[in-house]
């Protein structure tokens, strides 16, 4: 067993546990497991020979560290599978509890509960989503209870080829959430992975598919601020997003991995007629991040929109942003980008803005902020605009600067530390984006860059 | 790609119908307290083709740089491309680093007012043309 940074061991009481590294025969096994219909096995196999193809990206972030041979590729867990609460890290611990998390939540979120115990709470609300028509449950339950709807649209928007993490995510996926919602059907809260009891949702190669039907609204939240301990040293996720005519999606994910994760997850949602797709996407965690919300906008007077928080600390690299395809006229996007680098941490905004020729009246407006609060951290800015339609308006503006000196003079002038003063012109700086946040999310995420930015150079 | 020394400068293109233009430049600020700006400026008539890819690069010996650099491009003819990449690569903090780019076609409201005013629409398209680079 191999002993991982925080000095966890694997729980040797799970029902099932694939051998480290990957081969066909794990594939075969977890589609076995899973008693999945034959054309997944195949979709799995051919994923698994791209997967071995395809080179690894080398335009990005640093991931010669990634070995591949020595992770579990599929832990099926058992009931017991709990760890004892006194073995998760000091530090993870304590940030819990300056967080102010409830009992029951701190453990699970430690991986100490294998389930989060939310039975009483929320089966009402999934009541309350069934009575609407809506489907929202595991991908693996999807495949088994709707499998002529996830297979018209797995894979579809990205296709296993995509990029090398995507082969390896189509190879091995367990896990995610597949959610359909009907036409005209506004869900009037949103609707978060946790309220799905009965399976593991943080898994490393999750699966989700979202249909938003004609005219229907939902906003889902994946994810939460506080810490997330990994045992597994890669999460690589695919999200697929399916927004029909006159419908709107949010997806609002904010990702705290703990520091020994590499998180490399491939989003993408299609948009038609009049439709509206944001994605809300906050990166504290991880070692390395590389993801790229796309919004691929098919259909006349589509809209996207990509609000992209990162803060990179010590040891990690956040290289996140988004990308917008404007494939017809009237298409409009947005992309905003907030960026903190501290203690030799490096953030990196990547994005694109494709327009199509015939994309008439496309507009886009790209913003890129980004904050260096020490001299040994860094932060780049990657943006790539290709304009194919002349038709169009296109802007783009980027800054990286330290925070100002007389902004925070000013505010020691009025009585605040150092530490008081940068806090609040830091919650200052991200604030157009956690204000989108649902109100608990946003509390939490002003918190958690408080601490991290605790001994930083004031 | 070449590199260039600091200097605030203004580069001009006028890409005519077939020509691809390319501008690929990394401007490096390392030493302390440099300053400049570098806009370039851009028309591309119908059919032609242009690619601006400008980096700043603060190293982390250059304390107390200001640095800024932008595009401005715009499009006339209906097959009119651009491809414009500003990128930044900073690797300290005490500095200010800054790019904008846009990409758009030639103001309506511009073109109506010199028409008005008796110059026919050519003419019109030629002077706000000449206005642009000038």
């Not at chain 1, 990509?306 to 690299?317: E, K, N, P």
């Not at chain 1, 507009?363 to 943006?383: E, F, G, Q």
């Amino acid at each position: 067993m191999a002993k991982y940074k925080y000095g966890f061991f694997m729980p040797e009481d799970n029902v099932f546990k694939a051998k480290r590294g990957l081969d066909e025969s794990v594939v075969r096994i977890i589609s076995n497991i899973k008693k999945e219909p034959e054309w997944m096995l195949d979709n799995r196999l051919a994923a698994y020979q791209k997967f071995l193809k395809m080179k690894m990206p080398s335009w990005g972030a640093d991931l010669s560290g990634i070995d591949f041979a020595n992770i579990f590729y599929y832990v099926k867990a058992s009931q017991k599978t709990e760890k004892n609460w006194n073995d998760v890290p000091a530090d993870i611990k304590t940030t819990y509890d300056r967080l102010g998390i409830p009992e029951a939540e701190k453990e699970y979120l430690g991986g100490v509960k294998a389930q989060y115990e939310s039975e009483v709470v929320y089966g009402s609300l999934m009541k309350r989503f069934s009575d609407l028509g809506i489907i929202f449950c595991g991908m693996d339950e999807a495949l088994e209870k709707y499998p002529k709807l996830v297979k018209e649209y797995f894979g579809t928007l990205i296709p296993m080829g995509d990029n090398k993490f995507a082969a390896l995510n189509t190879a091995v996926w367990s896990g995610g959430s597949f959610i359909y919602v009907p036409k005209n059907v506004k869900v009037d809260m949103p609707l978060q992975a946790y309220f799905r009891i009965n399976s593991a949702n943080m898994g490393q190669f999750e699966r989700t598919l979202m249909i938003i039907d004609e005219g229907a609204f939902v906003h889902y939240v994946e994810g939460c601020s506080a810490p997330v301990y990994s045992e597994s040293s890669i999460h690589s996720a695919v999200v697929e997003i399916f927004v029909k005519k006159g419908a709107r999606c949010r997806y609002t994910t904010i990702q705290n991995w703990s520091t020994n994760v590499y998180n490399l997850v491939t989003k993408r949602a299609k948009v038609e007629t009049d439709g509206v797709m944001e994605w809300i996407d906050g990166n504290l965690g991880s070692k390395i991040t590389m993801k790229y919300p796309s919004v691929v906008l098919v259909g006349q007077r589509a809209h996207g929109e990509i609000l992209s928080v990162a803060v990179a600390g010590r040891g990690q690299h956040q290289d996140a942003g988004g990308k917008c395809i404007h494939l017809a006229p009237d298409t409009t996007s947005r992309i905003i980008s907030k960026s903190i680098s501290m203690k030799r941490g490096r953030a990196s905004y990547r994005g694109m803005i494709m327009m199509a020729p015939g994309a008439k009246n496309a507009r886009s407006k790209v913003v890129c902020d980004a904050l260096i609060l020490d001299k040994k951290s860094r932060s780049d800015t990657y943006p790539v605009n290709k304009i194919n339609e002349s038709e169009v308006t296109l802007e783009h503006e980027a800054t990286v600067s330290k925070i100002g000196e007389e902004q925070i003079f000013y505010l020691m002038s009025r009585g605040f530390t150092d530490h008081e003063a940068e806090a609040m012109i830091i919650n200052g700086f991200i604030e157009p984006i956690v204000k989108e946040l649902p109100m608990e999310y946003s509390v939490e995420l002003n918190r958690l860059i408080n601490l991290q930015m605790e001994g930083s150079v004031g | 790609m070449t590199k260039s020394q600091i200097t605030n400068k203004i580069i001009k293109y006028l890409v005519k119908k077939g020509e691809r233009v390319v501008w690929d430049e990394v401007i490096v600020y390392d030493k302390n307290n440099l300053e400049g700006e570098t806009e370039v400026r851009a028309v591309v008539e119908d059919e032609g083709s242009l690619k601006l890819k400008g980096k700043i690069l603060i190293q982390k010996d250059a304390i107390g740089a200001n640095a800024f650099l932008r595009f401005k491009v715009l499009l006339l003819g209906k097959n009119a491309r651009a491809e414009v990449d500003p990128e930044l690569e900073i690797l300290t903090n005490d500095v200010r680093a800054s790019h904008a780019a846009s990409v758009g076609q030639i103001d309506l409201e511009q073109l109506f007012y010199l028409m008005s005013r008796g110059i026919n629409k050519k003419e019109s398209i030629k002077l706000i043309v000449e206005a642009f680079l000038a």
